[in-house]
């Protein structure tokens, strides 16, 4: 199972960006999806999260700006952002809790993305 993270990039303040990550491989399904972003010198910090039945939460500092969403049929999670503010710089990792089947048993794994970089200039 592989996560490919896309759609990172150079925008200005107040610009948008639409972030993607699909998951391959012999996944049976996918529970909850989510978005993690990174900044130099600081912790991964969780952005937001869309279970398997469409709830949403998302960290208070992209709240209003932010909209996560998913498609079930192509197992890909985006990331809608909006307003961008220079202290959204980070790279952007999606990450999933997959359930793959292992002879027939079902089985919960948490996968990464390799990451996008999204930098947002003043």
């Known amino acids: 199972v592989q996560l490919q993270a896309s759609g990172g990039g150079l925008v200005q303040a107040g610009g948008s960006l639409r972030l993607s990550c699909a998951a391959s491989?012999?996944?049976?399904?996918?529970?909850?999806m989510h978005w993690y972003r990174q900044s130099p010198g600081k912790e991964r910090e969780l952005v937001a999260t869309i279970t398997s039945g469409g709830s949403r939460n998302y960290a208070d500092s992209v709240k209003g700006r932010f909209t996560i969403s998913r498609d079930n049929a192509k197992n890909t999670v985006f990331l809608q952002m909006n307003s961008l503010k220079p202290e959204d710089t980070a790279v952007y990792y999606c990450?999933?809790?997959?359930?793959?089947?292992?002879?027939?048993?079902?089985?919960?794994?948490?996968?990464w993305g390799q990451g996008t970089q999204v930098t947002v200039s003043s």
């Open positions: 990450n999933a809790d997959i359930i793959i089947l292992r002879v027939g048993v079902p089985y919960v794994n948490n996968y």
């Open positions: 491989g012999s996944i049976f399904s996918i529970n909850a």
